[in-house]
Each structure stands twice: as C-alpha cells, then as structure tokens.
C-alpha cells in the first residue's frame, strides 16, 4: 500500500497496480481519463514522489508493445519522465525526455506536444545545476510560442516568467526585468491582477530587482 495523494484516512491509501488498472481503465472510457495517470480522481491532487514514478513505470509497460506513432504510447513516454522527475531520478528523467522530443521530432509531432517536451527538458536540466543548456531551451520555447500564440496567450505568458526566472538563476536581472516589464501588464489585462501567473511574474521581477545590486529606484516604476 502507498499513500498516494491528499485523500484522508483509508482512502488516501492504494495499491500501486489497482491506481494503474484505474488510469488504464479511464483511458479506455475517456479522453481525458489520461489524467488519471497522474493525478487522484478522488482529490484531484497530482501523485508525487515515488507514487509517480512507479505510476510512470506502470503506464509505461502498459503502451510500450504500441507502435511510435501511436498517441498512448507518446503519451506514456511523457507520464515516465515526470514521474522519474518527480522522484528526483533526474538523470534517468532527463535520459527519457531527451529519447521523447528526438522521437517527437522525427515523427513531426505538433508543436505544441514539441514545446511541452522542451518545457520539461528544461525543467530537468534547471534540477541538475546545468542553467546554461536550461536558459537556451527557455529562450527557445517563449520565442516558439510567441510566434505561434502571440503574446496574450497563456502558454506564451507562462513561458515568459519560466524564461526570466533562468534570466535570474544566472544573475542576468536586467535581461529578466526587461522581459518581464513588457509582459506583466500584458497579463494584468488578460488574466487579472489576482491570478496565479499574474502574481508569479510579479515575484520573479521582485527577485530581480532584490537580488541586482546595480538595481535603481528607476526599475520600481
């Protein structure tokens, strides 16, 4: 038995094999039982630890036999390499993301499903101190999107605040501030002053400013 999620008392605990037949079972019923792989149909809380990571092995083995092209075994490829990031396996993560967005790009997969590989790529690499190689995938996926979605977009915006915040974990905080400066309002007017994503761009400008000694008065307004 694990305890899997944020589910009180008995139904907070499972067996790993009986939450895999439920996820493969949802798959067969819906389109959006894939969630299901990853996330508590009780609570809806995301499984974390070593609960997703052998979620990930499990989803795994249970598409593997499918052919490249098919979509359940793409997408199980994906539920690996976050559940081994998920269990701070982040070599054998980075192994399997890499594998997925080579696979993703021959098979001339969509962009998005491209970018979000990228995404997680990047994610991996910031875990395992190599920034560098984390910023040039950032800077990649906002310029990707911003073409392809433009800036309003919530997948631009998202990527823009991921993007400074590796601006900043290299001390580049003029560079972060610059960006954030031009898109900040954009997200007050589209998501609101009060939203998640709002609020997360406005912390990383914070750090910016913070953590830059060379910062002035000037940078507040």
Avoid: P
């Amino acid at each position: 038995l694990v305890r899997m999620c944020a589910c009180r008392g008995t139904a907070g605990f499972a067996h790993v094999s009986c939450l895999a037949r439920q996820a493969q079972v949802a798959v067969e019923r819906a389109h959006r039982g894939w969630m299901r792989w990853d996330t508590c149909g009780l609570c809806e809380q995301k499984y974390h630890g070593v609960v997703a990571c052998a979620l990930g092995w499990a989803c795994w083995k249970t598409y593997l036999g499918r052919r490249e092209e098919d979509e359940a075994r793409n997408f199980a490829m994906t539920v690996l390499g976050n559940g081994l990031y998920a269990a701070n396996y982040y070599e054998d993560a980075l192994s399997v993301q890499k594998a997925e967005l080579s696979m993703r790009q021959r098979l001339g997969d969509a962009e998005d499903n491209i970018l979000a590989v990228q995404t997680n790529l990047a994610n991996t690499y910031r875990s395992l101190g190599r920034l560098e190689e984390a910023l040039r995938l950032r800077q990649e996926v906002y310029s990707r999107y911003l073409k392809l979605n433009g800036k309003e977009h919530g997948s631009t915006l998202l990527a823009t605040n991921n993007y400074a915040v590796s601006l900043n974990l290299l001390e580049r905080f003029e560079e972060a501030r610059s960006l954030l400066r031009r898109t900040i309002s954009v997200a007050r007017r589209v998501l609101g002053e009060s939203h998640d994503l709002t609020l997360n761009m406005r912390k990383t400008y914070a750090i910016a400013l913070y953590c830059d000694k060379g910062a002035t008065l000037d940078d507040l307004r």
